[in-house]
């Protein structure tokens, strides 16, 4: 594997996701392999993102406390992602193996963080266009991870694998609520103040 072989992956991510994806699961890699590439992506989502803070100036780490907080949170939001979609395709009937499940969100994972790296360059030249590209990527990415999904899962159905997509939003939305109520977030109707 060369980088014609990632740069061939990527163009094939846009034009046929399913295909790349299924040429993604015949890789076979170790689930220890997978794990560690998702570290290595947190890792690096955190470098972008204290990159694009430091060339807007944003103080950006106001709200997290430090970029090792933020890399917590990223690492927690890949585990808890990837644990809400296994859920929600086995509840769709899905026969998906957790390797498949890994080495797709690694790889959604990798591309994001391109879109991110053309985003800050673009950001740069003309917000409006950083803006555009951000829509852009939203939407398309919401189509690969649908046909990736699909693959993982065996579906032969881009309905239940959207289906997949919204229940794992309402799985992970539920664990959430619990997560506060068990470390005492505010009741509902309740005050601020003490």
Do not use: K
Not at 7 to 33: G, K, Y
Not at 34 to 41: F, N, P, V, Y
């Amino acid at each position: 594997m060369n980088g014609n072989y990632w740069r061939d992956l990527v163009t094939l991510s846009l034009t046929d996701p399913a295909m790349a994806a299924r040429q993604l699961m015949a890789l076979n890699l170790r689930r220890d392999l997978l794990w560690t590439g998702l570290a290595l992506t947190a890792v690096l989502n955190t470098l972008i993102y204290s990159l694009s803070g430091l060339l807007s100036g944003a103080a950006i780490f106001g709200a997290f406390g430090s970029p090792f907080f933020y890399l917590g949170i990223m690492a927690a939001s890949l585990v808890l992602t990837i644990l809400c979609f296994y859920l929600a395709g086995r509840m769709l009937g899905g026969q998906g193996r957790v390797e498949d499940l890994l080495v797709a969100v690694l790889w959604l994972q990798v591309l994001r963080m391109g879109v991110q790296v053309i985003v800050l360059i673009l950001g740069t030249l003309s917000p409006a266009l950083g803006v555009v590209a951000v829509f852009a990527a939203m939407f398309i990415g919401l189509f690969i991870t649908v046909h990736f999904l699909n693959q993982v899962f065996h579906f032969n159905s881009l309905g239940r694998a959207a289906g997949t997509m919204i229940l794992s939003i309402v799985i992970m939305t539920v664990l959430m609520i619990l997560l506060l109520a068990i470390v005492g977030g505010t009741q509902p109707g309740g005050s601020f103040n003490v």
